[in-house]
Nanobody, 123 residues
């Protein structure tokens, strides 16, 4: 069974930072693109960031550019999302996802998904 395990969510004040992690054990995913989506209550799912299978290329959603950084540790089968200058609008459940596509990753089609981790930013 596919497992993506997220961690690192929590409550933080506006302007603060959090780092999310997502780990996997399925070796197939080692070459897959990995990334993050989020969904706030009453809103549609939003693409946050993606990193390519080799960890060289990355892309970000417009709302997080310049504040969030995605990275990949191949040895640990883990990706990270460093979130700085957090805003109340960043409050959402953050989902780790993986797919064998990169350029259309933001569409969220045919992805494998984690269970999500809650991020709450207080004003």
């Amino acid at each position: 069974q596919v497992q993506l395990v997220e961690s690192g969510g929590g409550l933080v004040q506006a302007g603060g930072s959090l780092r999310l992690s997502c780990s996997w054990s399925e070796r197939t995913f080692n070459g897959y693109s990995m990334g993050w989506f989020r969904q706030a209550p009453g809103k549609e799912r939003e693409f946050v960031a993606v990193i390519s299978g080799g960890g060289v290329n990355s892309r970000y959603g417009d709302s997080v550019k310049g504040r969030f950084t995605i990275s990949r540790d191949a040895a640990k089968n883990t990706i990270y999302l460093q979130m700085n200058s957090l805003k109340p609008d960043d409050t959402a459940i953050y989902y780790c996802a993986t797919s064998n596509v990169y350029y259309n990753f933001r569409l969220g089609d045919n992805h494998y998904w984690g269970q999500g981790t809650q991020v709450t930013v207080s004003s």
